[in-house]
């Protein structure tokens, strides 16, 4: 049984920036309500979201190079953080008004100890050059996850139960799509 939805990926050119005092569940939850509202048009549902790694506070965003990438791995290694996805659905039926709603996924992951060798081969692997935090649990990166408490799919990619209760919120049966394969 798979979902067979019909998409297109729509790149929305929105500005990132976290807002001062804004806390990093908030800030993920309002940049992917910006997307959804950016590139919604008539007729169709926009799904959007947005996933940061969040350890003592501070937001670990997509790393710069691999310098940066480096940074962001020691920083994690023997410890737990979060991983924050803020999923919107927005529905703008042909026949109708907008109606958009949105939430937030929260995972606490756990990196085991890392020597300096085993850093510098997982972040020249590349595996995390464009993820949250700099790795990939999906891929070489789940070598080093030691624990993970929450859904694992907000971790590798999109929280599956939540984006089914928003898809109810806007009136889209989701489940419907659902066809063998």
Known sequence: ?????????????IDETPKDGESPGDYVTRLAREKAETVTQTGETVIAADTTVVLDGEILGKPSDRAHSHRM?????????EVLTGVA???QPANGSRVIASDLARTQVEFAEMSADEIAWYVESGE???KAG????????????????????NVMGLPAPLLLRLCRDVGVDLLSRAQDQ
């Open 73 to 81: 791995i020691s920083k994690l290694i023997g410890r737990w953080h």
């Open 1 to 13: 049984m798979a979902l067979a939805l019909d998409f297109e990926v729509r790149p929305a050119e």
């Open 134 to 153: 700099a790795y990939g649990i999906q891929g070489l990166g789940a070598l080093f996850v030691t624990g993970i408490e929450g859904n694992y799919g």
């Open 128 to 130: 995390g050059d464009d």
């Open 89 to 91: 659905v927005c529905s």
